[in-house]
């Protein structure tokens, strides 16, 4: 629904007759105080010919892995319009002095000795590049560099309608936009300031002056903005958009976890379930994405799978911050001061062999999703812009005045605090027992998913509690009849029916137990099958929702919250998982956290089989149950 009102706004306030740039290369119809004709075909003429006689890929831009980095991200500043909930506080965030940044001068200089070496295209980012006064200026002398085949900015799109005639004038010839949602007031709650109606106006501006595909960034968070990944797909059938969904990506400051990162192949099944017919473009060299086109959509959808499978091997992209450093790597914490040497008045030929260093220091690859959550590195503002998720984000409120029929995919989620309750759906709730304190030293993955169904009631079956050692609290009656069994010893469903609705949440744990070999390939994620806790924590989600198909005589119930956690315990060379079910109802949903614990460890044992079958499945037992009249239990 919110892609189709939004389609049609853009398509009613664009022109009929849109002029067209293949690619995202700039109109050149001449305009006053524009080169002649003449001058841009001679101008063009030079730059055919630089590329057909280049010089062999300068050494000090290629890594020792042969790849030739001819792509270079220049921030401009870290200051943002904008007050992203999961990019940085209200208030801000503690930024570098001013005379601690790039002037203009040395960011040209900079991109002039880069160029000069093989860099053909620099993409301008932030914080927000399009607060930056002499932004257009900064684009304009770029574009004067011999050799530059693209210059590319990436946006939040506030400022973009106002200054994108100027900056296409300049030379800007590439747009990014970010926006991770299509509900205005959503957006309004994301990022604290109203705006949706300017990236929109920035979208049809830049439509309008003929860039196309406009490539539209939209990093998925689970429990945030996955429902709209359809909306976002359906924009791409009236107009020429390159929808990007992103992974979500770990740095410093937003405390990624598993149960906000929606995996490519996860997104990718939800479109091909609405679109069958969905069917793969090919992948350009050196592209960081994997492109896809629906037949008859003038657009196209991307995704970048940083996480996931990420594209390591094919990377060319080196970064300077805002602050002059450079990093060769966005999830490495290496970084090298260009600014100082600059300003320390080396020669050029000193800058390149300082510059040739930290390429030649590159990693093959970045450290995987579990590592990188756990290195230090600069938050995403202060590298560049991009919408990343906090770790425990208030639930999204219901607004009166929203649109109901926006409001069906907002989700309530909730994250246990180790040391105090939280406020879930108006509700107290007692906090989740925590796993086992023994954490490896490279950290120890969490992750939390959230399910959702329309309704709170349906009932389940009653399951036996066990006994000691456990401690009990209110009134729990014993019972020498099993519930499921009638009085001439048949198997039967109970008749939950006319018990009240209350709150019930269940934890229960399980213990995987691999051997030093088959544990150091999980820790390292090295397993040919690939990432074994992945794969079980999603496994675990899956059988909570399934255990009434699993279980016969169980009721099929309506989970509000799954969450699956799963540490590494480097000295039992095992890995503990705790999962936790949670609805309300006439009855309890230990059932669900045991068959979501037992399946994750099912699961990972099917991941690591090939390297050792001494793998030993245990303790897979309930740890707390609270809710309904049998009372509250929770295992000492």
């Not at 930056?132 to 506030?158: F, S």
């Not at 490495?332 to 300003?343: A, C, P, T, Y």
């Not at 109802?585 to 079958?613: N, Q």
Request: glycine share 6%.
């Amino acid at each position: 629904m919110a892609a189709r009102l939004v389609s049609r706004m853009l398509r009613q306030v664009l022109r009929s007759s849109v002029r067209s740039c293949s690619s995202g290369a700039r109109v050149t119809q001449p305009r006053r105080g524009e080169p002649s004709q003449s001058a841009a075909e001679e101008l063009s003429g030079r730059r055919q010919f630089l590329r057909e006689h280049t010089a062999p890929f300068s050494a000090f831009l290629t890594d020792t892995f042969g790849r030739q980095h001819s792509y270079l991200r220049i921030s401009l500043t870290e200051k943002c319009n904008l007050r992203c909930r999961y990019c940085m506080p209200e208030e801000g965030v503690p930024l570098t002095p001013k005379a601690n940044l790039l002037t203009s001068e040395e960011i040209l200089t900079l991109a002039r000795l880069f160029v000069k070496e093989g860099v053909d295209k620099i993409r301008l980012t932030g914080g927000e590049p399009l607060i930056r006064p002499d932004v257009v200026d900064i684009v304009a002398q770029l574009n004067q560099l011999e050799g530059l085949r693209t210059i590319g900015v990436t946006t939040n799109g506030i400022n973009l309608a106002r200054l994108l005639p100027q900056l296409q004038r300049a030379g800007l010839n590439a747009i990014n936009i970010s926006l991770d949602t299509l509900v205005p007031a959503k957006f309004e709650f994301i990022v604290r300031r109203k705006g949706f109606h300017k990236v929109m106006e920035g979208i049809h501006k830049a439509i309008e002056l003929g860039y196309s595909p406009l490539k539209v960034n939209c990093v998925v968070m689970r429990g945030l903005n996955e429902e709209e990944l359809l909306d976002f797909v359906a924009l791409t059938e009236g107009l020429p958009l390159d929808v990007r969904f992103i992974e979500y990506m770990p740095f410093d400051g937003n405390k990624w976890n598993f149960k906000k990162m929606v995996s490519y192949k996860e997104m990718l099944d939800t479109l091909r379930q609405q679109w069958p017919e969905l069917e793969k473009l090919p992948e350009e060299e050196s592209s960081t994405a994997k492109t896809f086109k629906i037949p008859g959509f003038r657009g196209q959808v991307s995704f970048i799978t940083s996480m996931s499978e990420h594209f390591c091997g094919t990377c060319n992209r080196l970064r300077i911050t805002a602050d002059g450093n450079l990093k060769v790597c966005l999830f490495g914490n290496s970084e090298v001061s260009l600014r100082d040497h600059l300003r320390a008045g080396d020669s050029e030929e000193q800058l390149l062999r300082i510059i040739g260093a930290a390429v030649g220091r590159k990693k093959q690859q970045h450290a995987g999703m579990f590592n990188i959550s756990q290195m230090k590195n600069r938050p995403m503002i202060l590298i560049e812009f991009s919408l990343l998720l906090q770790d425990s984000p208030p639930a999204i409120p219901i607004i009166s005045s929203w649109d109901p029929l926006s409001l069906q995919g907002l989700r309530h989620r909730v994250s246990f605090s180790s040391q105090e309750a939280t406020l879930w759906k108006g509700c107290w709730v007692p906090q989740t027992p925590p796993l086992t304190q023994r954490q490896l030293g490279c950290g120890s993955p969490q992750r939390h998913y959230s399910s959702h169904s329309d309704s709170d009631t349906s009932p389940k079956c009653l399951s036996p509690v066990s006994q000691p050692p456990a401690t009990h609290s209110g009134w729990l009656p014993t019972s020498d009849e099993l519930t499921h069994m009638d009085s001439e010893g048949r198997a039967v469903m109970v008749d939950v029916g006319s018990k009240p609705d209350t709150e019930r949440v269940a934890v229960a744990s399980a213990m995987v137990l691999l051997g030093p070999v088959a544990f150091k390939l999980v820790q390292e994620n090295r397993l040919k099958k690939g990432e074994a806790l992945v794969v079980a924590q999603l496994a675990g989600v899956q059988a909570a929702k399934m255990t009434s198909q699993l279980i016969p005589l169980c009721h099929q119930v309506a989970l509000s919250h799954i969450q699956v956690r799963l540490e590494l315990d480097s000295t039992r060379h095992a890995v503990a998982i705790q999962a936790s079910c949670r609805a309300r109802g006439p009855t309890g949903v230990e059932m669900e956290a045991l068959t979501s614990a037992a399946v994750a460890a099912l699961t990972l044992y099917d991941m690591c089989k090939a390297v050792s079958r001494d793998i030993v499945l245990g303790e897979i037992k309930l740890i707390s149950k609270t809710g309904g009249q049998r009372g509250d239990f929770h295992r000492t």
